[in-house]
């Protein structure tokens, strides 16, 4: 279903019971991005403080490539509910690529901190410690002097 059908009067929709966020997950799941884009504000607009639909806009922009959308999106998120795991995942990978590793650094540990127990998180915890490793071990070579590295 998209925001269209609702002035096509689709069976099964009311006007006074759309599911923006499910929608958005669809049109997301279909690679229509600006389209989820606009499912996610209309799901903002009823519930705006609602940290799912913030984290699904910041992935959607993430796959646009529009990452500093993303971080703002994450940071909201995060503004809303400081523990929510798939913000600080999300804000972790995107701040490390943009170079920015002591903010992902913390992130990631605040990550595996609130959501390391999580079911189904099992793969995104072993990436989160890997890349802690990595970061943490090139931390160290270069904090190093030149004559022990």
Not at 15 to 35: K, M, W
Not at 42 to 53: I, Y
Not at 73 to 78: D, N, P, S, T
Request: with cysteine.
């Amino acid at each position: 279903m998209s925001i269209w059908d609702l002035f096509g009067g689709r069976p099964g929709t009311t006007d006074e019971n759309p599911d923006y966020y499910s929608e958005g997950l669809e049109l997301a799941s279909q690679e229509r991005f600006h389209e989820a884009l606009t499912s996610f504000r209309l799901a903002l607009r009823e519930s705006p403080t609602d940290v799912a639909t913030l984290e699904q806009m910041a992935v959607v922009y993430t796959r646009m490539g529009v990452t500093d959308e993303a971080v703002k999106m994450y940071k909201r998120a995060l503004e809303k509910d400081p523990t929510s795991a798939g913000a600080h995942y999300g804000i972790a990978f995107l701040l490390l690529n943009k170079g920015c590793g002591d903010e992902a650094v913390a992130h990631l540990e605040r990550f595996l901190e609130t959501g390391g127990h999580l079911p189904g998180t099992g793969r995104h915890v072993e990436h989160a410690r890997q890349t802690l490793d990595e970061l943490r071990s090139a931390d160290i070579t270069e904090n190093r002097p030149d004559d022990e590295a």
